[in-house]
Nanobody, 125 residues
Framework: VQLQASGGGLVQPGGSLRLSCAAS????????MAWFRQVPGKQRDFVAT????????YYSDSVKGRFTISKYNANNTLFLQMDNLKPEDTARYYC???????????????????WGQGTQVTVSS
């Protein structure tokens, strides 16, 4: 199983970015997936998760109303649309796929067994 994250970059406060996570070796339509983020020297924090059907999503309080998680089964890809970005959103963003199929999403990193390499998001003027 491999996850390839992309779409990060430098953006001004209030701007938008769309992260992508291309999966291979596992069908995203059968698995919950999630995004986490990490700042150097700090623990990896939960951002958003989507259940295996793609119909149920859950967000951290810090991004709720600004970020949207989705997945496109035809391309086996997970997305994170990030709007109204703030400097505190600056971090390396990681996608992850659940260890077991047909489960709801979780904010716990231990529920995910494969991770992407991460993509850097920097919000600065």
């Amino acid at each position: 199983v491999q996850l390839q994250a992309s779409g990060g970059g430098l953006v001004q406060p209030g701007g938008s970015l769309r992260l992508s996570c291309a999966a291979s070796g596992r069908t995203v339509g059968n698995y919950a997936m999630a995004w986490f983020r990490q700042v150097p020297g700090k623990q990896r924090d939960f951002v958003a998760t989507i259940n295996w059907t793609g119909r149920i999503t859950y967000y951290s309080d810090s991004v709720k109303g600004r970020f949207t998680i989705s997945k496109y089964n035809a391309n086996n890809t997970l997305f994170l649309q990030m709007d109204n970005l703030k400097p505190e959103d600056t971090a390396r963003y990681y996608c992850a796929i659940a260890e077991r199929p047909y489960e709801s999403g979780s904010p716990r990193s231990l529920e995910y067994d494969y991770w992407g390499q991460g993509t850097q998001v920097t919000v600065s003027s």
